[in-house]
C-alpha cells in the first residue's frame, strides 16, 4: 500500500500532517512519538520576532470544540532555527514552517530567511489566523490580499508555497482561486472560525482577548465543504483541516478533496492518533482495495446518489 | 513517557456531596509518577465534552507489593467532575500520564511543611510517602472551607504527619485561612523548612508571600486551564520572572505545575 | 420580573421563539406546548407556491450539530394562511412568518399577501437559506442583494420586517447594516452554515442535497461572535440563534446583544424545552437581580476582564 | 399528549452480541401507548450525540396490573444502539412519547399475519396482545439473517401465535427470505387476512408487492430517519401516492410509522 502524496514538489511519506499551534514546535512530543512517522509537522505559527500572546485564559471548550486565543506566543524565527530545527532534523522530521507577519514585508523576510534553512521543507503562509490584530487574516479575507503575500513570497523561495486559507469568508473557493494564480504550490485550509463565549455569571467573555478560534469536531462539516469546494475550483493540491480525530474523519477530507491532512485540536485529545489513524486508513484501503491513498483524493461520488422517487 | 491507559474504575469513594476518590487500574502510570505529577483524564464516548482534564495523583494504590493502580481525589466543580463523582466501578476512563515537573522533596535537617487549601491536598499524598522515605519531619497545614470537607486526616496522622487545620467557618481547627497558622509557625520555628503548597492561586500568591517574607524556600503546585498536558497548545501559561525585572509566559503543563515561589509573578503585584 | 420585549411595533411577551423550519406550522406542537406562551413561533420557510423538498436524507448528525437539507418542502402561502393561520390565532400564538423567494418579486408578493392575513405579526424574510439554489442566500450573502430585498418588502406592508441573515459571509456586521438602512426593524442570525457530510464506505454525500446546512450546539460560538458583531453594528434589534439548548445559552446571546432569541434544534431534542428556558431565565434574574430582561440586552462587558499581567 | 420521562433503567437483557431488550421505568408512557407506536430515547449527558432515536415499544411491562414501564428491542448498529447495549441498572434514559399512529388492529373473522424482519419484530408484541384481546387469529412470519438472531419464540408461542420462521442461512426454519413463506401462505390460505409488516425497507417492499398481488391488505411500519418525531423536522418524509397518479412527501412520524401499504411509493417502482 502506498501512503505518499506530493505536495508541490514535497513528498509526504503519509498525509498525515501535525496542525499548526497544536504540537508546539515538535520536539514536545518527541518522547511519545517517533515524528519521522508523520507525513509532516507544521510548526507553530512563527513571526520574525518572539511574542508573548495574550493573557490567559486563552482556550474555552465549547461543545465538541474549543476557542483559542492564543496570540500566537513565540520564540521567533531565528530562536527556531537555531534551537529547534537541529534537533527535528536529527528526529528526521518532515518540516513545514507556519510564518505569520504584520505586513507584506515580514512575510517576505521569514520566506527568505527559512529558505536558507536546513531542515525546511515547506513553508505555510498564515494568512487566517484569527487572534492578531495586524496582518493575517486582513490579507486571507480577499482574494487581492491572498494574492500579494503568495506572490511576493514564491519570488524569495524555492520552497513549497502553501497559504493556509480562513474560512470567515464568503468565498472561499475564489481565495483559493487567488492563491492558485499567484503561484502557490498547495492551500491548506481551514484555519479556525471566529467565535466567542460569555461567562453569564459575570457577563464578561470567557477568552483574555474576547474573541477567539473555534477548532475541533464541532467545525468538520463545515470545512469538509470548503475542502470540496476548493478541490473543485482548484489544481493545486488542497491540504484539509477541522475536526478530524479518526481515521473516517481523514478519509472524509480525502475523499472530499484533500491531498493531505492535518489534525490539530484531537491531538491534545490523544497524543497517541497518529498511529491510530494510520492503521485506521490501511484498513480501510485494505478493504476497498484501494493501492494508492492519493487515487482516493477527490473520489467522492456527487452523481450516483441512489435516486429516490421525485417529485413530479 | 506519557502513556494513556484505558482506565478500569476499580473502585469510587465518594467522601462528601462533592468530594470523591476514584480508583483506577493504571498501574503503569502509577509506577512511573512522582509526587507532584498529574495525569489528563477523560471519560465519555462522544466529542462532548472534548478536552481531558487535568488531575494530580492522589495515591499510588497497592494489593500488597503490586502496584495495581492510582486514585484521583476529585471535586465536583462541572462536567468531567460530575463523570468522575458519577463513575460506577467497571467504567473505563482514559487516563494519560504522568506528566508535569515533580516535587523536589527534602531531606533531613529539613522540615517539609505542606500547605493544602481544599482538593489542593490531592498531591501530598504521594509528596508524604516520598518525605517519608526520606525520613524527614512533615506538617500538613491544611484548610478547607467546613470541617466536614478536610477528609484523609486519619491517613495523614498515622503516617506521623503532624496536622494543623484550618477552617473558614471554624469548625475545626483554627477559623480562617491556612496561611493564618503557617505564618504563625515561620515565625515560631528555628528549623529549616521546605514549604510545598498546593490550593487555589490566591491562596499559592499569599504562601508565597508568607513563604518571601520568612526567606523559606517554598515550591508551589498550580491550576491553569490546560488544554493537552503535554506542551503542545500554549493553553497553560503562567508569567515567570526573567533576568533583568522583565517577564514571560511559560507552560505550566512542562515547566510546572511544580514552580519555586519565587519565580512566579502573581495577579496582584 | 418583566421577560417582554419588543421587535420594533411588536411586543412579545417573552423572548423566546420558535426557530423556523424547527417546529413545522406550530400546530404540530400544540397538543405538548401551550404556544400562547411562546414569545413568538417562526413558521417554516413558505414559498408562494408549494414546494416538495429534497428526497431524503434529509439529515445527518455531526458532532453536537446536525446538517439539513429538506429544501422547504411546504404547503405554500395561501394553504398556510387557509389551513395553519385561523388555528394559530384560536391558539393565541404570535406568529413570525418565515417568507422565500426566488426573485424580488415573490418576497414582495408573499409581504403583501401576509400583510392582508390576519394573526400575522411580523415577517422574516429568509435570504440565507442555503439548501435551495435559486434566490435566498444569493441576496442575503451581499450588501447589494440585502438592501434590495428589504427596501422592496418594506413598501408593501405594515408589519414588521425582519431579514434572516446567512454567517456564510465574511462581513455579517456589513449585511445588517445594509438591512438597517433599508429599513428593517429587526435582523435575526444566524441560518445555518453550509456544511456537508461524506460516507467514506459508499464515498457518497450523506444528504442526497449532497451540501446541506449545520445547526445545533457546534455552532453556538460562532453566532454568538456574529450576534455581538451586528449588536455593535446597528441599532436595530438583533435575534440571535444558532445552538441554544439551555438558560444558559440564550442568555448569552441576550448578553451578547440579542434581544429576543430562536431555538431552532434544540425543540428536537427536547420537545418540552420552553419551560425550561423560561424558569432558568428567571432565576437567573431573581439571583443577579435584573427586573426587565431587555436591560440585559448587549450588557457583555468586554473592558474590565480582570488583569493578568501583561507583556512588557 | 406524548410525555418526556428520565427513565431509570430496570434491567438490559442481552439477547446476543447485538441485540438486547432494555427496560425502562417510564409506567405513563407504556399505559399510553397503543402497538406500533414509537419514542423518541436519548442516553447522554452531553451534545454528542445530540439527537433523539426512535425506538418502536417492544413490551408494556408489568408487576401483577401494575404497569411499571416499557421495553425496547435494540440492535446494535451506531452510537445510540451502543448505549442501549451498554446501559446498565440504574442509568438514566431520556424517553419521549408515545409518538406516532399505530397499527389498527383487526377483529374476527379476520385473520392477523405479523411479517417480521431482524429487529423489525420490535411492534408485534404489544398487537399480539392487542389482537388477542379481539381474539384474532394470530401467525407470525419472522426471518433473521440466522436462527440465533430468532429471539421471543417461547413468548408468541404461548401466547398462541402461529410462527412461521426462517433464515437467510437456513440455520432455522426456512432457507431464505420471510418473504417466501408468506407468499405461499396467501398462496394457500382461503380466510380474510390483515398482514402488518416491520423490517427493512426492501422487504416492506417486498411484503407490499405480495400483498397486493393477492389483493390482501396490508399495514406496514416503516423505517425513516426521524430529527424530532413530533413532526417539527420535516426529515422522516416518505412518497405517498395522490389522487391523478401524483405524489407527495409525508411525514412518516405524524403520518406514520404505519402506512397502508397501497398507499406508498417505493423506491424501485
Ligand atoms: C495540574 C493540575 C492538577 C489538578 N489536580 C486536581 C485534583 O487532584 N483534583 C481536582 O478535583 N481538581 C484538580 N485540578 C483541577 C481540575 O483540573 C478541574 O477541576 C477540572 O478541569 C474541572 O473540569 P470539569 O470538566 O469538571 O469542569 P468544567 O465543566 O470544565 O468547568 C466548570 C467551571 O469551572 C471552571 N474551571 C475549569 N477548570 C478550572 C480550574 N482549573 N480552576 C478553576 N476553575 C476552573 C470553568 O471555567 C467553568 O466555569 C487540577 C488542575 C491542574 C491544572
Ligand atoms: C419508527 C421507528 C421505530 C424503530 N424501532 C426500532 C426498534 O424497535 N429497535 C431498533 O433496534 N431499531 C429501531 N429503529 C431504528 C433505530 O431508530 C436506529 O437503529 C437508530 O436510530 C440507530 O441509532 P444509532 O445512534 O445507534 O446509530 P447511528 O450512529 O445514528 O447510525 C449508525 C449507522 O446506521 C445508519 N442508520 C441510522 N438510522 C438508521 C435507520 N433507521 N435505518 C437504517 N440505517 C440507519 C446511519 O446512517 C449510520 O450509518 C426504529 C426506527 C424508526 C423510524
Ligand atoms: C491552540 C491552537 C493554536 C493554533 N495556532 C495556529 C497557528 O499558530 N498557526 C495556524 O496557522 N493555525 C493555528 N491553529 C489552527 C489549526 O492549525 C487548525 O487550522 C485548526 O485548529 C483546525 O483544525 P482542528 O480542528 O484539527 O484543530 C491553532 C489551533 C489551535 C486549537
Ligand atoms: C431542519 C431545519 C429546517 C430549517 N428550516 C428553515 C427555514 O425554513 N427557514 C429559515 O429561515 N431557517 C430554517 N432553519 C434554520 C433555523 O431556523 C435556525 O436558523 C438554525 O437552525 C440555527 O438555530 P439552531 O442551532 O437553534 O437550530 C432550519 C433549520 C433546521 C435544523
Ligand atoms: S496544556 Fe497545552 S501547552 Fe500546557
Ligand atoms: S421526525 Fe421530525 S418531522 Fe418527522
Redesign the pocket.
Known amino acids: 500500500m502506498d501512503l505518499s502524496v506530493e505536495i508541490g514538489t514535497l513528498r509526504l511519506s503519509n498525509p498525515l500532517i501535525a496542525?499548526?499551534?497544536?504540537y508546539g514546535y515538535g520536539v514536545e512530543y518527541a518522547d511519545a512519538v517517533d515524528l519521522s512517522t508523520l507525513g509532516a509537522i507544521?510548526s507553530?505559527?512563527l513571526f520574525l520576532a518572539p511574542r508573548e500572546g495574550h493573557p490567559p485564559p486563552r482556550?474555552v471548550e465549547t461543545p465538541s470544540g474549543?476557542l483559542?486565543a492564543?496570540g500566537?506566543q513565540g520564540i521567533g524565527v531565528h530562536r527556531y532555527i537555531a534551537e529547534k530545527l537541529p534537533e527535528l532534523r536529527r528526529l528526521g522530521a518532515t518540516n513545514i514552517v507556519?510564518i505569520?507577519g504584520s505586513t507584506l514585508d515580514e512575510y517576505v523576510e521569514l520566506a527568505r530567511i527559512l529558505s536558507d534553512a536546513e531542515g525546511v521543507h515547506a513553508l505555510?503562509i498564515?494568512i487566517?489566523?484569527p487572534n492578531i490584530k495586524e496582518g493575517g487574516i486582513t490579507f486571507g479575507c480577499s482574494m487581492h490580499g491572498t494574492f500579494d503575500v503568495v506572490s511576493a513570497v514564491k519570488k524569495v523561495t524555492h520552497l513549497p508555497v502553501i497559504p493556509?486559507l480562513t474560512p470567515n469568508v464568503t468565498d472561499v473557493a475564489s481565495i483559493a482561486k487567488a492563491a492558485e494564480d499567484a503561484g502557490a504550490d498547495a492551500v491548506s485550509l481551514?484555519?479556525?472560525f471566529l467565535a466567542m463565549a460569555i461567562d453569564v455569571e459575570t457577563r464578561r467573555p470567557k477568552l483574555s482577548n474576547i474573541v477567539g478560534?473555534l477548532?475541533?469536531p464541532a467545525?468538520r462539516p463545515i470545512a469538509v465543504r470548503m475542502v470540496y469546494e476548493c478541490r473543485r475550483t482548484v489544481k493545486i493540491p488542497v491540504i484539509g483541516?477541522?475536526?478530524?480525530a479518526s481515521a473516517v474523519d481523514a478519509l472524509e477530507f480525502i475523499i472530499a478533496g484533500a491531498t493531505a491532512v492535518?489534525?490539530?485540536?484531537?491531538n491534545f485529545v490523544d497524543p497517541f492518533i497518529w498511529s491510530k489513524l494510520t492503521a485506521g486508513i490501511e484498513d480501510y484501503m485494505r478493504r476497498h482495495g484501494v493501492r494508492r491513498i492519493a487515487d482516493l483524493v477527490g473520489s467522492v461520488d456527487t452523481s450516483t446518489r441512489e435516486k429516490e422517487w421525485v417529485s413530479s | 513517557m506519557p502513556r494513556d491507559v484505558e482506565a478500569r474504575v476499580l473502585q469510587n469513594t465518594r467522601l462528601s456531596p462533592d468530594y470523591n476518590v476514584i480508583t483506577l487500574a493504571a498501574p503503569e502510570i502509577a509506577a512511573a509518577t512522582r509526587p507532584g505529577q498529574f495525569v489528563m483524564v477523560r471519560s465519555s464516548h462522544g466529542s462532548d465534552p472534548l478536552l481531558r482534564r487535568p488531575f494530580s495523583v492522589f495515591e499510588i494504590v497497592r494489593s500488597g507489593n503490586r502496584i495495581e493502580g492510582l486514585s484521583l481525589l476529585s471535586k465536583r466543580i462541572g462536567v468531567t467532575t460530575r463523570l468522575l463523582f458519577d463513575a460506577v466501578e467497571g467504567d473505563v476512563i482514559s487516563c494519560l500520564g504522568p506528566l508535569g515537573r515533580p516535587f523536589d522533596p527534602v531531606s533531613p535537617p529539613s522540615e517539609a511543611w505542606m500547605v493544602a487549601g481544599g482538593v489542593g491536598l490531592a498531591p501530598f499524598a504521594t509528596l508524604t510517602e516520598a518525605l517519608l522515605e526520606r525520613g524527614a519531619k512533615t506538617t500538613l497545614f491544611y484548610g478547607a472551607r467546613t470541617g466536614a470537607e478536610l477528609f484523609y486526616l486519619d491517613w495523614f496522622a498515622s503516617r506521623g504527619v503532624r496536622l494543623v487545620l484550618s477552617t473558614e467557618d471554624g469548625s475545626k481547627g483554627e477559623r480562617g485561612r491556612v496561611t493564618l497558622p503557617l505564618e504563625q509557625a515561620l515565625r515560631e520555628t528555628s528549623s529549616e523548612v521546605m514549604i510545598y503548597a498546593c490550593g487555589p492561586e490566591r491562596m499559592l500568591e499569599a504562601v508565597s508571600h508568607v513563604a518571601g517574607k520568612f526567606k523559606t524556600p517554598a515550591q508551589v503546585s498550580v491550576e491553569r486551564v490546560m488544554?493537552c498536558g503535554m506542551g503542545g497548545?500554549?493553553?497553560c501559561v503562567i508569567p515567570v520572572r526573567e533576568a533583568g525585572g522583565r517577564h514571560h509566559y511559560v507552560r505550566s503543563c512542562l515547566a510546572g505545575p511544580v514552580f519555586t515561589a519565587s519565580d512566579l509573578v502573581w495577579d496582584h503585584e
Not at chain 1, 496542525?19 to 497544536?22: E, K, M, N
Not at chain 1, 483541516?241 to 478530524?244: R, V, W
Not at chain 1, 492535518?262 to 484531537?266: P, R, Y
Open positions: 496542525a499548526s499551534g497544536c507544521a507553530k505559527g482556550i474549543m483559542n492564543i500566537l507556519n505569520c505555510e498564515n487566517s489566523c493556509k481551514v484555519n479556525t478560534g477548532s475541533g467545525i483541516m477541522g475536526g478530524i492535518q489534525v490539530g485540536t484531537a | 488544554g497548545c500554549y493553553s
